[in-house]
């Protein structure tokens, strides 16, 4: 199979061509759970497969954390797959993705930056508590798109100065809390400044924090805008990968664009000839 590697601030994925591939939809969890480990194979934090749309857009994205399991939609995942998608001809300077969670549009900026608009959110709760490791925690827990991609909010000051393994024992306990019925990707924030702010997601399906995640983002620059904590207006984002950017469109009370913007990263293209695969199939 043919692939690409790319990522998104850090976030990594491995993208598979299924026009050309015609892969049945059944092999993809495999595929993920042995291409996405990095000791044993390419490595990735999810793997993607462009399909062919159903609903009138350019194409389809197929999305799969590194666990195999489905995932909804990834921010950065769809900045990658736009400049895929643009790459190979299959859409133009702005692209109409469809996901699970719905439809995402994209644009090109430049040559390696892409700006996507994130699902609607479906549910915003700025005050959820949540129970883990005995305490209460107050999360803000917010869903885009429909099914709606899960993440808890979690201000966390002094972020960059935190224990990080303690902080990973609260993210994967957060993450099953029963607060959150589907799980959830907690997102550790701590505000710099109106225009800023310092994040570091735990991400479920990677179960483990990753250098970015773009839903995330979107979720913690929204849930900050409605705190009155941040301007919503091209607030930068600081994450382990690099720098993200969001803006927040209102009218009145309502939402009515996420955007998120940053850099995406061709890191290699091949064949893959990975034979843990073939020796799956002898079996």
């Known amino acids: 199979m043919k692939f690409w590697k790319m990522n998104g601030a850090g976030n990594d994925f491995i993208i598979l061509n299924n ?3 015609g892969l049945p939809p ?10 996405c480990e990095r000791h044993m194979s390419l490595g990735a934090d999810g793997l993607m497969a462009v399909d062919a749309p159903l609903q009138g857009g350019d194409f389809r994205m197929l999305f799969f954390n590194s666990d195999g399991s489905v995932g909804e939609m990834c921010g950065n995942g769809a900045r990658c797959i736009c400049r895929y998608g643009y790459e190979n001809g ?76 303690k902080l ?34 735990y991400e479920r399906g990677v179960e483990d924090f990753t250098y970015a995640c773009g839903t995330g983002s979107g979720a913690s620059v929204l849930a900050l805008t409605l705190m009155g904590r941040v301007t919503g207006q091209d607030v930068a984002v600081s994450v382990p990968g690099g720098t993200l950017r969001v803006t927040i469109d209102r009218e009145g009370g309502d939402i009515r ?27």
């Open 90 to 165: 299959l859409a133009g300077e702005t692209q109409t993705i469809e996901t699970t969670a719905g439809i995402v549009t994209g644009r090109r900026v430049d040559r390696r930056s892409y700006r996507i608009r994130l699902n609607d959110p479906s549910v915003i709760d700025l005050h959820r508590p949540a129970k883990a490791h005995g305490e209460t925690w107050d999360c803000a827990y917010v869903e885009l798109g429909n099914p709606g991609i899960p993440h808890a909010v979690v201000l966390c000051p002094g972020l960059s100065r935190a224990d990080r393994t």
């Open 168 to 201: 990973l024992g609260l993210g994967r306990a957060l993450r099953h809390a029963s607060a959150f019925p589907r799980g959830a990707n907690v997102n550790f924030c701590d505000v710099d400044s109106p225009q800023g702010i310092t994040e570091l997601t």
């Open 257 to 283: 664009n996420i955007w998120l913007t940053g850099p995406t990263n061709i890191v290699c293209k091949g064949e893959i000839t990975d034979e843990e695969l073939e020796m799956r199939n002898e079996e």
């Open 19 to 21: 026009l050309e591939e």
């Open 26 to 35: 059944e092999a993809f969890p495999g595929l993920a759970r042995t291409l």
